[in-house]
DNA sequence: GACATATAGATGCATCTGCATCAAGATTGA
DNA sequence: TCAATCTTGATGCAGATGCATCTATATGTC
């Protein structure tokens, strides 16, 4: 396989070109567009933002033990002082518990509670009749893996 | 071309696949990499937010006339007070003005300074960079290609 | 052990956002 | 023409977020 010389020019460029800025306001509105819907459902539907979703599914994911903040901050696309804030308040509607840490006296255990689980047992009907809306019904199976690959190469 | 009974019930099925959700999730985790990389070089360039380089640009495109904010609203991924306000901030900092509209009394015609003009001017190599960095570095122009189309069929 | 440094998590303050509503002017329709 | 309704844009208030910093504990080094 040949390269052209205009094919290595191309791509040594500086400047974006067109693609990838449609690429880029793509990226934008799709995901405005996918997250506002699912968010809307959510709110419709009477349900706490799907963060608190995230949350608590990820507290179920990591067995009974519960899991630490810090574990939680890397799984959860927010800053420290975000997701503090938002434990208080998911803590505050009875969903977890917060726990003195027995390895760590700095730290803390989250947990879920049992009202907790059947909040996000609740959720899941109407997230998941959003994501097909907003995803599935819009993409093919194939065009789901190709997308899904893709958009990986840009996370990291 | 055959279509065979278990590929029908897939697509059938209610329940987002794995696929679906690993599509979701990197949506999620792929705009917010791009968007902070984005924003970060601007905020350590010493520039305003993304937000402002919207409007700016959105300005110059629409001729000398100037825009309606309700206009401008299409465009930008905001609600009308956000962008009432975001309008305020811009024109506090002396890159945009707000002039009574001819046509209709309740409305304003939005018009970038020649100040507005410098500072997008200025702020584009940074935010191209940080496109690049973010965007062309890591996709072929294929994948741009390909990546644009499917996040195309997300929105709207 | 004692000190310097690093890590876990909270918080005061300023700013930004969402929601509901408002005021003023435009439009419609009898 | 005049009331009812719609559209444009602003804003008060509550809540959320970003930033910097703080406290407390842990860890590493001598």
């Known amino acids: 396989m040949q390269m052209h010389l205009y094919v290595i020019v191309r ?3 500086k ?3 067109e693609t ?3 690429v880029w306001a793509r990226l ?9 819907q699912v968010e809307k459902a959510l709110k419709d539907a009477g349900f706490p933002p799907l963060s608190w979703y995230d949350v608590l599914l990820e507290l179920e994911r990591g067995d009974q033990a ?9 799984h959860l696309l927010l800053p420290q002082y975000g997701l503090s804030r938002l434990l208080d308040r998911i803590e505050a509607a009875g969903y977890l ?5 027995a390895d760590d006296a700095r730290g803390q255990v989250v947990v879920i ?3 907790g689980r059947q909040l996000r047992r609740k959720i899941w009907p109407t997230y998941s009749a959003a994501l097909k809306t907003a995803v599935s019904d819009r993409l093919s199976g194939k065009e789901q893996e190709t997308l899904g690959m893709l958009l990986g190469k840009l996370i990291n």
Do not use: N
């Open 20 to 22: 990838t800025i449609r």
């Open 97 to 101: 518990e917060r726990r003195p840490c």
């Open 11 to 13: 791509s040594m460029k």
């Open 113 to 115: 509670t049992r009202a």
């Open 15 to 17: 400047e974006p070109g």
């Open 66 to 74: 519960g899991q630490r903040p810090f574990e939680l901050e890397r």
């Open 28 to 36: 934008l509105r799709a995901q405005h567009a996918a997250q506002s």
